[in-house]
């Protein structure tokens, strides 16, 4: 069972912060290529994903277009965490974030057509007000 645990979430203001976290009880996170990807309310369906970062277990990260320069994702290996920066957060940015393994390389996993993730947790919700 390899279980994921988001938590970070919340209300906030476009142009704010916030930071996610990603936490599992069952596997050690940097030994797989881990993603973050969101859906949004109204997407419900698996095609509406959206890969927004993802690191390889090589410690290489990358970075979907339309969030470039707005997020960070991080690890910090002695607590078992994977973290997604968020910055100047806008109202397109509301959705559900969930952290994941991801079984391809990280370059497909990130875009509105990410593919390769595999088990992942229930998310967090962000929502971003105006």
């Known amino acids: 069972q390899m279980r994921l645990v988001e938590s970070g979430g919340g209300l906030v203001l476009a142009g704010g912060s916030l930071r996610l976290s990603c936490a599992s009880p069952d596997i050690t996170l940097n030994t797989y290529n881990i993603g973050w990807f969101r859906q949004a309310p109204e997407k419900a369906r698996e095609e509406a994903r959206e890969?927004?970062?993802?690191?390889?277990?090589?410690?290489?990260?990358y970075y979907a277009d339309s969030l470039k320069g707005r997020v960070n994702i991080s690890r910090d290996n002695a607590k078992n965490m994977v973290y997604l920066q968020m910055n100047n957060v806008k109202p397109e940015d509301t959705a559900v974030y969930h952290c994941?393994?991801?079984?391809?390389?990280?370059?497909?996993?990130?875009?509105?057509?990410?593919?390769?993730?595999?088990?992942w947790g229930q998310g967090t919700q962000v929502t971003v007000s105006s």
């Open positions: 890969g927004v970062s993802c690191v390889n277990s090589d410690g290489s990260t």
């Open positions: 994941a393994t991801v079984v391809l390389n990280c370059v497909y996993a990130v875009g509105p057509n990410a593919i390769g993730f595999a088990s």
